[in-house]
């Protein structure tokens, strides 16, 4: 039955709707709220179109560059300070990273080298407000920007596409930055904000929880630091209360990643938590030591030949200074931090039909999602292996390991019936059915959606093997102990060949690029397949001439061969697929 609604439409919008309309009229009213808010919104969009491009310009190839850099943690830490300073947004890097942990593509220590390095890389944004945002005309710059992107924006061609998008962000960042300066020198001559400011302790405390307020409602540290940057040039705000606004940055912009973490895998929550630790960690020493980082702010800058009466340059050095300090105390402890978390994150019993790899947060990257995807049909894959291996007789963990394999040619010593209709709908029907709505989420673009359609082939392809494998059950477990020699010989011909294709394809690389070992099995399982066919080989009519078997055990052993045909070619086809619907390494 269809809920009635209490309210229509119209009516559950009206306060939205009113804020809006409020919002519109003040804006209108007042020439310097128009331009702070104008140049917020230039500034988060371009953000937008920035990390849009860089996204697309990096496309499959992120892939690689994250697997080579989170080598070592060093690497790790530069991948990420060099990721945040290109998109100019640690919440996007800390997102992508979280994508790649839950994938099982990059460690859970490599994702909080990437999370350490994101910290520093978001202070370049600091650096880019006070240097630039200034001492130039930026309004004059960001014109040619937003032109030359947009007429490449429309090039159907994916790269000159992404370099469209990210110079019209730069454009719009620089409009915004352009925007937020005028709107503050507006303000100053309206409002005198410096005169609310707290002194001491008081006001420090104060002015980060302000920080961490303004970072949680726009869900960017950068927008909250350019906020802060043009209100101090305009002398809006102390420089004390200032720094103290740095802080509270990095409190905020760990709630993105906390909110990402929501329905991810456990080692994507212990990344989220990490973050939250790491940066509150930062927090607090940075408040608990404030007059040393002050001091050491003063001292730093003055080393390093900034001038002494610029604030804004030494704000900049204060917001590097203090991330430093942070990442400096725990990256010798990383190892305990990685503990600490897995004790603060403990193992959960995984129920049947939850994915491993599949995340939410993954959907934003669809080369990340597609090579989820394709972990995830591996494991649907390795569960119809595993029952199928049952069927056989077998145990799977020998199977895998090539153990024992004179014993296929002997009935075993004992005989089990499965309930395969029971544990297909247990174990595989629910995880295939994850795997199609996940599949459905991806926004693809055409190489990935042509990639999509062969995982779901390998899907499809999974699920008809194990049906046949439950038709074939009937005969097989009555004829491998057959009394009639030819019979049991046959069977047990079938279930070695079944088992040699399962081993085959349990061991086959998994790696991009291993269609090419897949269609190699497959040619040689086809001969073999050739020559287990008793009605091509002739075997099946010189049988029935003797009189060595019955005409009804003929047809059941025909309509047999069949379906190890079918199993043969289904196996052989999801893992031809699941191969080649792997991203080549360094896709554009």
């Known amino acids: 039955m269809t809920p009635i609604a209490l309210w ?7 306060p939205r709707l009113l804020l809006l309309g409020l919002l519109g009229w003040w804006l209108m009213s007042s020439a310097t709220a128009n331009e702070i808010a104008a140049g917020l919104a230039l500034f988060l969009l371009g953000l937008r179109s ?7 310009l990096a496309g499959s190839t992120l892939d690689t560059l994250i697997r080579t850099s989170t ?27 979280m ?25 370049t944004g600091t650096w880019i407000f006070a240097t630039l945002g200034t001492s130039l005309d930026l309004a004059r710059y960001a014109l040619p920007f937003v032109t030359l992107g947009m007429v490449l924006r429309f090039s159907r061609e994916r790269p000159f596409w992404a370099a469209g998008h990210v110079l019209i962000g730069l454009g719009l960042i620089l409009f915004g930055i352009h925007y937020l300066k005028i709107g503050f020198e507006l303000f100053q001559h309206q409002f005198d904000l410096s005169a609310y400011a707290l002194p001491g302790y008081q006001g420090v405390l104060a002015y980060t929880v302000v920080g961490t307020l303004i970072t949680l409602v726009m869900q960017s540290s950068h927008a909250t ?6 209100a101090l040039a305009s002398g809006q705000i102390g420089f004390d209360n200032a720094l103290a606004i740095a802080i509270g940055t990095n409190i905020g912009t760990t709630v993105t990643a906390l909110l990402g973490s929501i329905g991810a895998d456990l080692d994507a929550k212990r990344l989220a938590l990490g973050h939250f630790l790491f940066n509150v960690f930062t927090a607090l020493l940075a408040l608990a030591a404030f007059p040393l980082f ?15 009466d610029d604030p804004l340059l030494q704000l900049a050095f204060f917001h590097t200074f203090f991330n430093l300090v942070g990442v400096c105390f725990l990256l010798p402890n990383l190892s305990r ?16 039909t939850a994915p491993k790899y599949l995340s939410p947060t993954q959907l934003k990257t669809p080369e990340i999602a597609l090579e989820s995807l394709r972990k995830e049909t591996w494991r649907l894959f390795d569960r119809a292996i595993d029952l199928i291996a049952l069927v056989m007789q077998v145990d799977p963990k020998a199977m895998r390991a090539g153990e024992n394999p004179h014993e296929l040619d002997r009935p075993p010593a004992r005989i089990h019936t499965l309930d395969i209709d029971g544990l297909y709908r247990s174990r595989i029907k629910p995880l295939s059915g994850l795997i199609v709505d996940f599949a459905a989420r991806i926004a693809a673009t055409p190489e990935v959606a042509a990639k999509m359609q062969r995982i779901l082939q390998a899907s499809a392809a999974i699920q008809e093997a194990v049906k046949d494998t439950k038709h074939l059950q009937k005969n097989l477990v009555r004829c491998l102990t057959h009394s009639n020699p030819i019979i049991r010989r046959q069977y047990l011909r079938y279930r070695r060949h079944l088992v040699e294709t399962l081993y085959a394809i349990a061991n086959l690389p998994r790696e991009q690029g291993s269609d090419g070992s897949a269609a190699e099995l497959t040619m040689v399982t086809h001969t073999a397949l050739a020559q287990l066919d008793p009605l091509a080989n002739g075997l099946l009519e010189e049988w029935l001439k003797n009189g060595e078997i019955s005409p009804e055990e003929a047809t059941s052993m025909m309509n047999d061969t069949a379906y190890v045909r079918r199993i043969t070619e289904n196996l052989l086809t999801a893992a031809r697929a699941l191969g080649e619907a792997a991203l080549p390494p360094h896709a554009a």
Not at 71 to 97: C, E, K, P
Not at 337 to 343: E, M, N, V, W
């Open 50 to 56: 920035l990390e849009d491009g860089v996204k697309a």
């Open 99 to 123: 994508s790649f942990v839950s994938a099982r593509m990059v460690t859970l220590g490599g994702g909080l080298a990437i999370i350490l390095g994101a910290n520093l890389g978001t202070t």
């Open 8 to 14: 229509p439409a119209w009516a559950r919008n009206l």
């Open 294 to 308: 002050l001091a050491g702010t003063l001292l730093g800058s003055r080393l390093i030949g900034l001038p002494q």
């Open 225 to 230: 630091m350019l906020l802060t940057v043009a």
């Open 71 to 97: 080598r070592s943690t060093f690497g790790g830490l530069a991948f990420g300070f060099f990721a945040t300073a290109a998109v100019q947004s640690s919440s996007i890097v800390s997102l992508l990273t």
């Open 337 to 352: 931090f990685l503990r600490l978390l897995q004790t603060l994150v403990p193992e959960t019993a995984q129920t049947l």
